[in-house]
């Protein structure tokens, strides 16, 4: 007899839903990852900018390009608080998607294990009934063959 689970259903429907949170896991990441080499480069940029500020500081400017240099400083530093806060919620939200996915993929582990004990249960019920049944023809054959040597006998 074949083997038939009874939650198939169910282990389905937790893969699925583990490939699922998965998958949000694994977007979150790439965004994370993308918003860290965002705000790498702002920050990198920030420190290229001060450099050349200090060059032309050595060499000499005049207040409207200290004051746009200033600006451009502000802004930059907006730019980089705003990508800090970026990394920051998608970190946050990554981290609430990593424990989603812990939660689906522990629920089809039980699944799983559940699915192999009971696999296990049938291939031992069923390796006794094969060993019962030949036993049983063991004994026939040798009750045939008994029978067989007594009726020989008494020709």
């Given at each position: 007899?074949?083997?038939?689970?009874?939650?198939?259903?169910?282990?389905?429907?937790?893969?699925?839903?583990?490939?699922?949170?998965?998958?949000?896991?694994?977007?979150?990441?790439?965004?994370?990852?993308?918003?860290?080499?965002?705000?790498?480069?702002?920050?990198?940029?920030?420190?290229?900018e001060a450099g050349s500020l200090a060059k032309s500081l050595e060499k000499g400017m005049t207040g409207a390009e200290l004051r746009f240099q200033v600006v451009c400083s502000v802004v930059r530093l907006r730019r980089i608080?705003?990508?800090?806060?970026?990394?920051?919620?998608?970190?946050?939200?990554?981290?609430?998607?990593?424990?989603?996915?812990?939660?689906?993929?522990?629920?089809?582990?039980?699944?799983?294990?559940?699915?192999?004990?009971?696999?296990?249960?049938?291939?031992?019920?069923?390796?006794?009934?094969?060993?019962?049944?030949?036993?049983?023809?063991?004994?026939?054959?040798?009750?045939?063959?008994?029978?067989?040597?007594?009726?020989?006998?008494?020709?």
């Amino acid at each position: 007899m074949a083997f038939r689970f009874p939650l198939k259903a169910l282990r389905r429907v937790r893969a699925i839903y583990e490939r699922r949170e998965r998958q949000r896991l694994e977007l979150l990441t790439h965004h994370l990852i993308g918003a860290q080499e965002q705000l790498a480069t702002l920050r990198q940029g920030r420190v290229e900018e001060a450099g050349s500020l200090a060059k032309s500081l050595e060499k000499g400017m005049t207040g409207a390009e200290l004051r746009f240099q200033v600006v451009c400083s502000v802004v930059r530093l907006r730019r980089i608080n705003a990508a800090a806060q970026v990394v920051e919620s998608v970190n946050q939200q990554r981290e609430r998607q990593l424990i989603e996915y812990r939660q689906a993929r522990q629920k089809l582990e039980v699944m799983e294990r559940l699915y192999e004990r009971q696999l296990f249960a049938h291939r031992r019920t069923q390796a006794r009934r094969d060993q019962q049944q030949a036993t049983d023809l063991f004994l026939i054959c040798s009750n045939t063959f008994a029978n067989l040597d007594t009726i020989a006998d008494k020709n």
